[in-house]
């Protein structure tokens, strides 16, 4: 099948490459490239097919020629990049998804695949039993309610001739070539592995399930592929059962992995209302051939190898190589882009 993945040159893109090409897929990505030069070169992982640089507010019909089923990943892509604008937010998260699902509908192209994000539970806690797709939503940043509002514009385009399907992925780990440190298990093990010691500024309590970015890719492979019967105007949460942690819970992994650590709980940040509990049973029995793979333990491992080969180079894991708001920061301040976030014309 012809696949086009936008936001391919993010974090969980190249994963995502890699399962469609696995799977023998032809691959086009697109994306504006805010975080093109924030890449490490890793064995495994090759580029797209065809590439198109496009900001996702600008697709035509005519990017979307020889489409056959696109996966949906550009976005501004977590809380903190909600903070730089919510208006941009929504924008880019919601009105250009939209947009773009409108185009791919009159183009013909049926099956759309929503990278959509377990926070919309927000404060759920552990409040009864795990949210399952079925839950109240609460989402509690302008990020989640992007997702929210992109779900529902979704559901209402959705017929016998367009199948969206929305993946609700738990907070991401794990390590690809645009590597991140502003995902709760990599800060971690940033500040362990760089310092010597964990601070966690809340309580520690609250809940939040993980997924590794490689069943990500592999839950959208299954969700692109399944009969529409199956899958068509459905919500999938995407994670483990056994990888809903609370954030102490992460930390003191964390901290049996690197023995000299010293763990932290200041709590002087006070609660974090953002708490969820998820249910991931509907997955793994409905979207066929997927099973969540990736625990906490092995992602770990992963990551801390990732660190002793040496692969921060220069860099200091909380720089703008590695965190998304620095990065779009920089770009800012460097008039890369203008207050929109749109790629400036060379003068
Ligand atoms: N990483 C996570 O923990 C996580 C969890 C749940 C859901 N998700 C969702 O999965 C998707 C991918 O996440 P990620 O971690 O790879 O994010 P990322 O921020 O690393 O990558 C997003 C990509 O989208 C591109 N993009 C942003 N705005 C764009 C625009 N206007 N036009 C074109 N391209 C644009 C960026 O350049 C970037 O390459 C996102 O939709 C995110 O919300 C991620």
Redesign the pocket.
């Known amino acids: 099948m012809r696949v086009l993945i936008?936001?391919?040159?993010?974090?969980?893109?190249p994963w995502?490459i890699r399962a469609f090409k696995e799977a023998g897929h032809h691959v086009t990505g697109?994306?504006?490239?805010?975080?093109?030069e924030c890449v490490e070169e890793l064995d495994g992982f090759t580029p797209p097919d065809r590439e198109r640089v496009?900001?996702?507010?600008?697709v035509s019909a005519a990017d979307l020629e020889d489409v056959e089923a696109i996966v949906?990943?550009?976005?501004?892509?977590?809380d903190p990049?909600g903070h730089i604008d919510p208006a941009l937010t929504h924008a880019?998260?919601t009105e250009?998804s939209l947009r773009l699902a409108g185009l791919a509908k009159s183009a013909g192209i049926r099956r759309f695949v929503?990278?959509?994000?377990?926070?919309i539970y927000g404060g759920v806690g552990d409040k009864g039993a795990p949210a399952d797709e079925q839950a109240t939503m609460d989402p509690l940043s302008a990020?989640a309610r992007s997702?929210v509002d992109t779900e529902a514009g979704l559901a209402a385009l959705a017929d016998r001739d367009f199948e969206p399907v929305f993946?609700?992925?738990?907070?991401?780990?794990g390590v690809?070539p645009?590597m991140?440190f502003d995902?709760v298990v990599q800060n971690l093990i940033g500040w362990g592995f760089t310092t010597g010691v964990i601070r966690v500024l809340s309580d520690g309590t609250p809940w939040r399930p993980?997924?590794h970015?490689a069943d990500?890719a592999r839950a959208c492979v299954a969700a692109v592929t399944a009969p529409a019967a199956t899958v068509a105007g459905q919500a999938f949460n995407?994670g483990r059962d056994d990888n809903n942690f609370r954030i102490r819970e992460i930390a003191e992994t964390v901290v049996g992995k690197l023995p000299s650590v010293r763990l932290e709980i200041t709590g002087e940040a006070g609660a974090d209302p953002r708490s969820y509990r998820v249910s991931f049973a509907k997955a793994a029995s409905a979207l066929p051939g997927f099973q969540a793979e990736w625990t906490l333990d092995r992602g770990c491992d992963e990551i801390i190898e990732w660190l002793r080969a040496g692969h921060l180079r220069e860099h200091d894991f909380q720089s703008r190589f590695f965190v998304?708001l620095k990065q779009l920061q920089h770009l800012m301040a460097e008039r890369f882009v203008d207050e929109e976030?749109?790629v400036r014309a060379p003068a």
């Open positions: 936008t936001g391919h040159l993010g974090y969980v893109g995502m697109l994306d504006v490239g805010y975080f093109r496009r900001d996702v507010r600008d949906h990943l550009a976005a501004l892509s977590n990049l880019i998260n250009a929503f990278a959509s994000s377990c926070s990020y997702k993946m609700r992925n738990a907070t991401a780990f690809s645009r991140r995902l993980i997924v970015i990500m995407v998304r976030i749109r």
